[in-house]
């Protein structure tokens, strides 16, 4: 891992805190990619994060992002608690990075998805949505002013196994 | 103007609000591509709005969303009030689509960005830092609920010529 940080004991303490913040995000900014042009797409979307910094999303058909992941399933996610608010740049966030695969079996995540997100409860079996897993292939996790780093699947596997 | 509204001024009020919520807005989510895999990187930024949706960001050399559009200009930024917040996604938000250019005469903004972001005056001339002008070739604007659209430049400059 390429990171700012003390030895062994500071790069692990900096994995167990992005994963950390990952498991502790409801919602964040979905970037993916436009077919027309290839330029990189935010969006806003809510999420159910996994063990190891995956994350599941649950997607309407009609949307772009949707659409977007279905032609190129290249994709990242940024999250953080103060995303948005006056002091975000001096508040932690983290992006995972990966692609998105389609998943078969909705009723995997059915349950656990509605349970984090209560409000999904007036679309969670509409046909048209459907669930996506974001598969973190490296994340940048930046703590604060010089302390930051990209960690590669591995490293968050090692401190946060399925 | 592909856009969910109705008739010809439904869709001026939707162009006027876009232009208004990018106008309001002093920080966002810049999504950038990576070099090595091209996914889409996601990364917080403060940022200057101009007229027409163009948004000035000034950026670090060490920075990988910088070193990301020195590799390739396209880009985008999703702004809104609410991001990260739990009404996310019942608010209205933003998303400007283009390319990002490095602004060879720094003093063209720099004042101006100092005034958004008084801050920056620890940093503003730095030699490493530099600005960049993402142009809005179109933005995808998300009112609310089924009231949403992607608007191209053309319409962007016509309710806000520069």
């Known amino acids: 891992m390429e990171a700012k940080s003390h030895g062994e004991g500071g790069r692990v303490a900096l994995v167990r805190e992005a994963l950390e913040l990952i498991a502790a995000s409801p919602r ?3 970037c993916t990619l436009l077919p027309e042009g290839g330029e990189p797409y935010g969006s806003l979307v809510d999420i159910l994060p996994l063990e190891g910094g995956d994350a599941v999303l649950f997607l309407s058909g009609l949307a772009e992002h949707r659409k977007n992941l279905d032609a190129d399933p290249r994709g990242s996610l940024l999250l953080g608690p103060a995303i948005g608010s006056p002091d975000a740049l001096t508040q932690p966030r983290v992006t995972i990075v990966g692609s998105a695969e389609h998943v078969e079996d909705r009723a995997e ?4 998805y509605l349970a984090a997100h209560p409000a ?10 459907a669930f996506y897993r974001l598969r973190a292939d490296r994340v940048r996790y930046i703590a604060g002013f010089g ?4 960690i590669p699947r591995d490293s968050l596997l090692a401190q946060d196994p399925e």
């Open 120 to 129: 999904s409860a007036a679309f969670i079996d509409f046909p048209d949505f």
């Open 147 to 150: 302390r930051m780093g990209w």
């Open 28 to 30: 964040g900014v979905l």
């Open 109 to 112: 995540f059915r349950d656990l």
